[in-house]
């Protein structure tokens, strides 16, 4: 079975303090994971995606996630948080059971940033 | 390197009427999906073509079906709709549908039933 749980549906941090998402997963083979932000009235962008290589992954705009298969979790982080992040974030699963790319989105978190 | 388009950008039709959606892949991509995310919620995978072919399918029932062309450009068809298929229809393109490609997703059809 493929799902993904992101803990909370909102967060807020002030300007230049560090953000934190969480999100956990579940998946019966081994998945490849994804962070993706969508702005408002705009479309999903790929921050970054662990496919089993490095456990921590870096991605765009300082944002880094690390894939902890013991605690199946795959949490976002970013040391300091700028105006601009206010976004929604998805958590996302990606596997391939029966031939093809069977992909499930988390709930989101939606990011606000306090100045 | 062209990105992943959708048209129309909005579109309001009638309970009961039918509507077709279009997608164009990012060029070398040969794998679409679709997604539809309703207000407030996660993206909900609707079905994935693979070079012309459905090959996987979510939770969506019959009167939602789709076509891929040997451009790899897609339609999302939905006949019969009801007020619950108000959302943003997204499509998403990938190279070979294997599991540690991104998707790159289009910016989407926001479709409004009344």
């Known amino acids: 079975a493929q799902s993904v749980t992101q803990l909370d549906s909102h967060v807020s941090v002030s300007e230049g303090t560090p953000v934190l998402l969480r999100c956990n997963y579940s998946?019966?083979?081994?998945?490849?994971l994804f962070w993706y932000v969508q702005h408002p009235n705009k479309g999903l962008q790929l921050l970054l995606k662990y496919t089993s290589a490095a456990t921590l992954v870096k991605g765009i705009n300082g944002f880094e996630a690390e894939f902890k298969k013991s605690e199946t979790s795959f949490h976002l982080t970013k040391p300091s948080a700028h105006m601009s992040d206010a976004a929604e974030y998805f958590c996302?699963?990606?596997?391939?059971?029966?031939?093809?790319?069977?992909?499930?989105f988390g709930t989101g978190t939606k990011l606000q940033v306090i100045p | 390197e062209t990105g992943v388009t959708q048209s129309p950008t909005h579109l309001i039709k009638t309970r009961g009427q039918q509507v077709t959606l279009r997608c164009s892949s990012q060029s070398g991509h040969n794998t679409v999906s679709w997604y539809q995310q309703a207000l407030g919620q996660g993206p909900q995978f609707i079905f994935q073509y693979y070079r012309e072919e459905e090959n996987g399918r979510g939770n969506f029932p019959p009167r939602f079906s789709g076509l891929q062309f040997p451009n790899y450009s897609s339609e999302l068809n939905v006949n019969a709709l009801e007020l619950d298929d108000s959302a943003l229809y997204l499509c998403a393109s990938s190279l070979e549908g294997l599991a540690q490609r991104e998707q790159y997703f289009g910016p989407g059809t926001r479709l409004t039933v009344t």
């Open positions: 998946s019966s083979y081994s998945p490849s």
């Open positions: 996302v699963v990606s596997d391939r059971p029966g031939g093809y790319q069977k992909v499930t």
